[in-house]
C-alpha cells in the first residue's frame, strides 16, 4: 500500500504519549463527492457515493487489525461522514506511522478544541 498520508507536524510521533487525533479519508463524503462529480460532467448517484464512504470506513477498520496484532492501544472516538469522512481516535503518537501504510488516509490531525472569538458588533464599541 502506498500512502500520500500528510502528519500534521505539531504531533510528535517520536512520543509514546497518547495523542487525540483525527484522521481524514481520501473518499469524500457522500454529497460532497456528488457534487465534485456533477462538476466535473461525472454521473454518481448519492447511494454509490455513500458506498464509497462505506467502503472507506471498512478498509479502515480492516487496518485496525494491524494495531490489534502488534497489540497498540487505540481508542475510535467518533466516526464521521458528514461534512468529513474519518475518524477520530486516541492512540501513542509513536505508533501512528502504522497507519500511514494505507491508501485510505489522507490527513491526520491533532484533535482539539478551537474557539473563535465572536466577532465585535461596532455598536458594542463605547
Known amino acids: 500500500m502506498h500512502s500520500s498520508a500528510k502528519v500534521d507536524p505539531s504531533i ?3 512520543s509514546n504519549q497518547l495523542v487525540s487525533i483525527i484522521i481524514g479519508f481520501k473518499t469524500k463524503p ?13 454521473t454518481l448517484t448519492l447511494e454509490g457515493a455513500k458506498r464509497r464512504v462505506e467502503q472507506s470506513h ?6 485496525l487489525s494491524l494495531l490489534d496484532d502488534n497489540k497498540v492501544p487505540y481508542r475510535i472516538k467518533h466516526t464521521y461522514k458528514a461534512a468529513l469522512n474519518g475518524v477520530s481516535m486516541e492512540m501513542p503518537a509513536n505508533e501512528i506511522n502504522r497507519l500511514l501504510g ?3 488516509i489522507s ?10 472569538d465572536p466577532p465585535i458588533n461596532p455598536s458594542d464599541k463605547v
Open 12 to 14: 510528535d510521533l517520536s
Open 107 to 116: 490527513k491526520i490531525y491533532p484533535d482539539k478544541q478551537i474557539q473563535l
Open 58 to 63: 471498512q478498509s479502515f477498520r480492516e487496518l
Open 102 to 104: 494505507s491508501s485510505v
Open 30 to 42: 457522500a454529497k460532497i463527492a456528488v457534487l465534485e462529480a456533477k462538476e466535473k460532467g461525472i
